[in-house]
């Protein structure tokens, strides 16, 4: 049923409180996606699930397992690649397989792992001579040598270009279909969207979001609501002539309605249209994903933050 119960998880570095109470559980073949800015906990929390570091306090299952206490039987039974995944640079994604493989005292078929992560054509590059995106995909086959019924990958296309990373969702899609349970950790929000069943927002340390994208939207978004380009004697018109909520944004031109029920539309637009002003374009607009973190987390993302700084290199050159 569950392949994953995390409870009441608590980790501090000296006062720095990095994990902060958190619970969630993961059901058996699900993709489960932790997203959040850089110093959310992300890896805290998925190194402590994969027993490699110590929690303060909290209960941890891992397929029934403790993965503090019962580590090495926690081991054989999941796949991790690290974040900034990195292996020896004179060995082939062939070796390294064969190599993990007589680690774990296990038999397997190389080329058969190499087609599973869709890099088969490059099996006899060293590990040097990778791209970014192939350096990933031995990362996941070396994940997959003792067939692990959970993997655990923390920030799995972190640094590739657009194309990498596509061709490494499409392998995590193909591990999902046969049934893994997968922990993703990501400061993409389009990558959280795309393969995740579930997400859990993390920031400073906390979950501040759970469920599945539209349940996130849902809770936490501020729902759908008609945006009308008028004037202000446009809005105050449909304000006094019907029951709606109008709100006016001057700098903007734009009129915004929030739309409780479907009749709120019809209402908004006879009123513009009784008014017999001008009105410009009319649309109706929801909260996406990117609006709720927004809301939800303090800090930008990593491309937002880098977007940030672009604007601010400008603005000074501009000022010169
Ligand atoms: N070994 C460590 N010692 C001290 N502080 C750490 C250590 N590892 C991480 N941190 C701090 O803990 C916070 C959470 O880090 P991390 O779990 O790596 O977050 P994320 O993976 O979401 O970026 C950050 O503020 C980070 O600087
Ligand atoms: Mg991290």
């Known amino acids: 049923m569950f392949s994953i119960e995390v409870t009441n998880l608590k980790k501090n570095y000296g006062n720095l409180k990095a994990v902060d109470d958190i619970s969630f559980k993961v059901k058996q073949g699900e993709v489960f996606g932790l997203l959040g800015p850089n110093g959310a906990g992300k890896t805290t929390t998925i190194e402590i699930m994969e027993g490699l570091r110590e929690r303060d306090s909290g209960d941890i299952k891992i397929l029934g397992l403790d993965p503090w206490k019962d580590g090495y039987e926690v081991h054989k039974k999941i796949g991790v690649i690290p974040q900034e995944f990195t292996f020896f640079e004179k060995t082939t994604p062939k070796e390294a397989i064969k ?11 190389a080329d058969t792992i190499l087609k599973e992560v869709l890099l088969d054509e ?5 590990f040097e001579n990778l791209s970014g995106g192939q350096k990933q995909k031995t990362g996941l086959a070396l994940s997959l040598v003792n067939s692990p019924e959970v993997l655990f990958l923390d920030e799995p296309t972190t640094g590739l270009d657009p194309n990498a990373r596509r061709a490494i969702w499409e392998v995590i899609r193909r591990l999902k279909a046969k049934g893994k349970t997968i922990i993703l950790t990501t400061h993409y929000l389009d990558e959280a969207q795309q393969l995740s069943d579930r997400v859990a927002i993390m920031d400073h340390g906390h979950i501040v979001a759970m469920g599945t994208t539209e349940e996130i939207i849902e809770q936490n978004g501020s729902g759908e609501r008609l945006e ?3 004037e202000k004697q446009l809005a105050d018109y449909i304000q006094t002539n019907t029951e709606l909520q109008v709100t ?3 700098t903007k031109g734009i009129i915004t309605i929030p739309l409780k029920k479907k009749i709120d539309m019809l209402a908004a637009l006879a009123a ?5 002003m001008k009105w410009g374009e009319i649309q109706t ?8 973190f927004i809301k939800l987390v303090n800090e930008p993302l990593d491309e937002q933050k880098e977007e940030q700084q672009i604007e601010q290199k400008k603005n000074k050159k501009g000022r010169q």
Request: glycine share 2%.
């Open 122 to 126: 490059k099996e006899n590059h060293v």
């Open 99 to 109: 190599y993990y493989a007589s680690l774990f005292n296990v038999k397997v078929d």
């Open 285 to 292: 607009h929801q909260d996406s994903l990117e609006d709720v």
């Open 228 to 230: 009308i380009h008028g």
């Open 248 to 250: 006016y944004n001057e």
């Open 272 to 276: 513009a249209e009784q008014s017999e």
